[in-house]
């Protein structure tokens, strides 16, 4: 089987070939980058030892795609993932489109020339930030829980945001694109008959992943905790109270290797995938795990909030369990020590990664 691997030089990407090529010997893995992202190009030396044949191209030029060979599987892990993309003043709203949503299209028609199977890694933004927003939660102990027997919306429980929830507008402009590439890639796939997978992730998060504030935040955290670089809590009081899962990207593996070999009538075409309660943790509960891994470092308080902020967001994956099988494999615990452990053999991450430039 050859595999396409967009954005393969990022986090997610890399981590996909190295874990797929070490349960698999002998597939054939390709892969694209157009390098945008500091520290990118720190995987390719790696992956092409592995004999991973790395293109630089960009997925939003479609003449980029002419030249590449035919393969199997396109699995989509090229994206801008912050969610203040398009108003943070670091890119525009038209960058953002053309990226999460033009670059979708010039894959599906790939995908439509050459009869391969499309495998969207889409992300738990796609759920409507409104009623999130509202959500009854309470402070317990550190970190915001959803009170028992309180009334929830549809969707919603205390293993987490199922697929049910509400992806009503407004979900922020980020949502929106990779929202509406999930649509076009399934509607795709069912013109022109090719098989599609619509794989929602929750925060994503491992050794190797390049730390910034508003994408890769365990590794970030981390990292600054460790060099002892301001921190703040920013909005819900100051408090660092609300909660976000992680998962491990190399657990995605057996999801992967399964839905590639799936008949294409399998009823079950979009899944939540996180690490659910088990995995979820506050700012506040990190900082503590930190500071006993690291020693005490001060945090400051900024109440004031900030557009899109959520309190608490949780990753219901049952019906990914029901329908393929998956559960996550790496625990919470191992993903922090396996991102101090690297933190502290690469004292460079968080500039070689941007975030303090």
């Known amino acids: 089987m050859k595999i396409l691997i ?26 694209l980058d157009n390098f945008i992202r500091q520290g990118s190009e ?15 191209a960009d997925i ?13 599987w396109v699995i989509d892990a090229a994206a801008n993932p912050s969610v203040l ?40 933004r796609v759920y409507s930030i409104k009623p999130l927003a509202q959500l009854p939660v309470s402070a317990q102990g550190e970190a915001f829980r959803l009170p028992k027997g309180a009334s ?18 407004p979900v922020s402009l980020y949502g929106s694109t990779k929202l509406t590439s999930e649509l076009l890639a399934l509607e795709y796939g069912e013109t022109f008959g090719f098989p599609v997978w619509i794989n929602r992730c929750g925060v994503l998060a491992g050794a190797g992943q ?23 809590y920013i909005g819900f009081g100051g408090t660092g109270h609300q909660v976000r899962d992680c998962l491990h990207p190399r657990d995605l593996i057996p999801l992967l290797q399964k839905q590639t070999a799936a008949p294409q009538g399998q009823p079950v075409r979009l899944v939540n995938l996180g690490g659910g ?31 899109f902020d959520i309190p608490w967001l949780v990753m219901d994956s049952t019906l990914a369990g029901s329908a393929w099988g998956w559960q996550p494999q790496t625990s919470l615990e191992q993903i922090l020590e396996e991102i101090a452990l690297h933190a502290e053999q690469h004292p460079g991450w968080l500039e070689l990664s941007g975030a303090c430039s």
């Not at 990022?10 to 349960?23: I, M, P, Y």
């Not at 590794?219 to 905790?225: F, G, P, R, V």
């Not at 509960?285 to 909030?305: D, I, K």
């Open 6 to 31: 967009t954005g393969i030089c990022g986090f997610v990407g890399s981590t996909l070939a190295k874990s797929w090529l070490a349960a698999v010997p002998g597939l054939t893995v390709l892969g």
């Open 42 to 56: 720190q995987n390719r030396a790696e992956l092409q030892k592995l004999g991973v044949k790395v293109y630089h």
């Open 60 to 72: 939003r030029a479609a003449s980029d795609f002419e030249t590449l060979p035919a393969v199997d």
């Open 85 to 124: 993309a398009g108003i943070d003043g670091l890119t525009s709203s038209r960058q953002l489109v053309e990226h999460n949503l033009q670059g979708t299209v010039n894959l599906l028609e790939y995908c439509k020339r050459h009869g391969a199977g499309f495998i969207l890694l889409s992300t738990s």
């Open 152 to 169: 929830l919306p549809a969707g919603v429980s205390p293993a987490g945001v199922s697929e049910l929830f509400s992806t009503a507008p």
């Open 210 to 232: 390049f730390g910034r504030a508003d994408q890769g935040i365990f590794s970030y955290w981390i990292n600054a905790y460790l060099r002892r670089r301001p921190l703040r």
């Open 277 to 307: 309660a088990s995995h979820a943790m506050s700012l506040a509960e990190l900082s503590a795990w930190c500071s006993g891994r690291f020693g005490a470092h001060a945090v400051a308080s900024e109440p004031a909030m900030r557009r």
